[in-house]
């Protein structure tokens, strides 16, 4: 029989031998992590065949790509209702289904007093999560089952979910803590997706759901969010934003869901600025005594010390443009034209705001402000009804990203009239850095398995 190539065997070693015991993947045939009894031959035999050959192998980096789905949506403090699962199977483009799902909401409360100063309500996050596993899993896993939420105990259905490790959620120094062994039908729940990240901060909301084969090929830790307030009085939690920030295999994960200053008068969009300024500042992943038992010890702490970085949300920059022009190019679709006046282009160019990151190429209509009458007419204009809000038509939700690794395969907006805002998304390849294998650890790897004495007689076979 033809011997496996040395890639095939490099892909099994780190499978089998790389991570601890501690830290092995949880099987779903295998409840609480147990290891099944035919392992053990499976490994021996591995041994025989690529242990005695790797005592040569040098360093060796391997890379694998990963297709992640960004979105983006102020549902306008609409709460979710069955009759969305169309809405949302368009939004998600779930015919080209994604690897990682990272969802930033805006407004899922409305922005008032209460809700603002208020203790915080968890159900509508609770409610959001629900339908969009659901919509993920009636279309890949198993329409009968329901997205299974983790309860902490506490009430707060926010959480961070690393399934090989107790829960570490920084940020905003709320401590969560899950049993160290979570038996496997829990997890996982039968459901092709599982949620591994949810936050709520007033009206902002990001929900990250990933492949649940994923977290078994891949090593996934150091998974954390950091909410940070900068809305009223800079301080308050109607504007800003909610981080996730993580590791898979090498490369480092940041997604941030901002929610920025309204208003289209001149200035404003030097609050927005200053709002982003704030968020890069203020967020901060503190470390954690877990930390070190990762492969990776050292994670970023701060949005800019990761490796891929994506900004997404209703970021309200606006058009430099009169109202009546502005719906001209409109009506002709003149994108490339209308895009000259776009504010966010314009603050990047002159060094106000996000100097080196990238957009893709808009190719579709302004996304904001929409008649509240369900319908696709730009509120205000010469037929705006009374009481009616007189607003340019403008791209307010946004997505972006920064470093290297990372090409955009689409981006576009849905048509969902379920806001005053379009629903936009962004399709992502990623490429991770796989942890390395070399010598020592091909030599320390007895240390990790008691449980297989290797002799002599093993290691020159």
Same mark, same amino acid.
């Given at each position: ?66 297709? &992640? ?6 549902? =306008?403090?609409?709460?979710?209702? !069955? *009759?969305?699962? $169309?809405? @949302? ?86 401590? &969560? ?6 038996? =496997?039908?829990?997890?996982?729940? !039968? *459901?092709?997706? $599982?949620? @591994? ?106 949005? @800019? ?157």
């Amino acid at each position: 029989m033809e011997r496996e190539s040395h890639e095939s065997k490099s892909s099994r070693f780190r499978k089998y031998w790389f991570t601890p015991a501690k830290h092995q993947r949880a099987d779903p045939c295998c409840p609480n992590n147990e290891i099944s009894d035919g392992d053990d031959y499976e490994r021996e035999t591995f041994l025989k065949d690529v242990l005695s050959q790797s005592v040569d192998m040098g360093p060796c980096k391997l890379s694998n790509e990963l297709r &992640i789905f960004v979105g983006t949506w102020n549902v =306008a403090g609409r709460s979710p209702v !069955g *009759s969305l699962a $169309v809405d @949302l199977d368009d939004w998600l483009n779930l015919k080209d289904a994604a690897d990682i799902y990272v969802l930033g909401f805006q407004e899922i409360v409305p922005l008032k007093t209460r809700t603002v100063v208020g203790a915080e309500d968890k159900s509508k996050a609770t409610n959001w999560n629900l339908l969009i596993g659901k919509i993920l899993n009636d279309k890949y896993g198993c329409p009968w089952l329901t997205p299974m939420m983790m309860n902490t105990g506490t009430g707060d259905e926010d959480y961070t979910r690393n399934p090989k490790k107790p829960i570490s959620f920084a940020g905003d120094q709320t401590p &969560i803590k899950f049993p160290a062994r979570i038996p =496997a039908n829990q997890l996982f729940g !039968g *459901s092709r997706y $599982v949620l @591994l990240a949810s936050k709520k901060m007033v009206g902002v909301f990001t929900s990250v759901w990933i492949r649940r084969d994923l977290l078994r090929k891949y090593y996934i830790s150091n998974v954390k969010v950091c909410s940070v307030a900068c809305g009223i009085m800079g301080y308050l939690g109607n504007k800003g934003s909610v981080s996730v920030s993580m590791s898979i295999e090498g490369t480092s994960f940041c997604f941030v869901a901002a929610h920025l200053a309204s208003g289209e008068k001149r200035g404003d969009e030097r609050r927005r600025n200053h709002q982003v300024s704030e968020i890069f500042r203020r967020t901060f992943f503190a470390r954690t005594p877990k930390d070190d038992e990762y492969p990776n010890p050292n994670p970023p702490l701060t949005i @800019l010390g990761h490796d891929q970085i994506f900004w997404f949300g209703d970021l309200n920059y606006r058009l430099y443009l009169e109202d009546n022009f502005a719906r001209q190019l409109i009506k002709k679709q003149d994108w490339k034209a209308l895009q000259g006046f776009d504010q966010l282009r314009k603050e990047q160019e002159a060094g106000g705001v996000f100097q080196g990151w990238r957009e893709g190429n808009i190719e579709f209509a302004p996304t904001y402000k929409y008649s509240s009458s369900n319908c696709n007419r730009y509120s205000g204009g010469p037929l705006r009804r009374t009481g009616e809000k007189q607003r340019t038509p403008a791209w307010c939700d946004r997505i972006l990203w920064y470093g290297k690794g990372v090409k955009q395969l689409s981006y576009f907006r849905s048509e969902s009239k379920f806001s005053d805002h379009r629903p936009v998304s962004a399709q992502f390849l990623a490429q991770i850095e796989l942890l390395e294998s070399t010598n020592p650890r091909v030599i320390a790897l007895s240390k990790f398995l008691p449980s297989i004495p290797l002799s002599k007689q093993t290691m020159r076979n």
